[in-house]
């Protein structure tokens, strides 16, 4: 069954303007990851939130985890023209861990 | 440093013809390796995965298979293609234990005519 649903499907911001995407999911999990992915490229990773921690920083990124609500945030700071891409949000779930279920993602647009 | 490497970036096969494409890490030792599917706009379909040499998951029944003849090497198999094998198809690893990321290849493009 479908894991994470990303929110939104679509997003167009300004450059320099902060972009957030929500994910949301229906089971235990044991981490949830972003990773992000150019047009025609492989994923790169991005942040790896562990089940009890509740927030994470990597840069410009800004990881939320609400398990209570099983849902998670990611935030852009300071959008660049550079992270035009799609997110996708996946999880481990404590069952299968050796495996990560993905969203269908949330494609970001930076306008300059 | 570890690396992964997936080929060919892009195929073009007739239906009906045989796949292989192959995947290897570098850098590491006993990865978990997985073979993906995605389909235009969406996320990622997990089709198998592999903890260790020989031993293979498999998550979606379908026209194709996979083997680990080495440790660092992942091979996706199919003895005739299907239209609906089309998609982008991406190879990962990732290191044993808990919290670990995933690390993918660049993907193939396969297109079936």
């Known amino acids: 069954s479908q894991q994470g649903e990303e929110d939104p499907q679509a997003l167009s911001i300004q450059e320099g303007e902060n972009a957030t995407m929500n994910c949301s999911y229906k089971t235990s999990i044991n981490n949830l990851q972003w990773y992000r992915q150019n047009s025609g490229r492989g994923l790169v990773h991005l942040i790896l939130i562990r089940s009890n921690e509740r927030e994470k920083h990597s840069g410009r990124l800004r990881v939320t985890l609400d398990t209570s609500k099983k849902s998670s945030s990611l935030l852009i700071t300071a959008s660049r023209a550079a992270d035009t891409a799609s997110y996708f949000c996946?999880?481990?779930?404590?069952?299968?861990?050796?495996?990560?279920?993905f969203g269908q993602g949330t494609r970001l647009t930076i306008n300059p | 440093s570890q690396t992964i490497h997936q080929w060919p970036a892009t195929l073009v096969q007739p239906v009906g013809s045989p796949l292989s494409l192959e995947c290897t890490v570098e850098?590491?030792?006993?990865?978990?390796l997985y073979w993906y599917r995605q389909a235009a706009g969406r996320g990622l379909q997990l089709l198998f995965y592999s903890v260790g040499i020989g031993q293979i998951s498999s998550e979606v029944p379908q026209n194709l298979s996979a083997s680990r003849p080495q440790d660092r090497q992942f091979i996706l198999s199919s003895k005739k293609l299907l239209l609906s094998d089309s998609g982008f198809y991406l190879c990962a690893w990732r290191g044993k234990g808990s919290n670990q990321p995933q690390h993918f290849g660049d993907g193939t493009r396969l297109s079936i005519l």
């Open positions: 850098g590491t030792s006993n990865p978990n």
């Open positions: 996946a999880t481990a779930s404590v069952q299968g861990a050796q495996k990560l279920v």
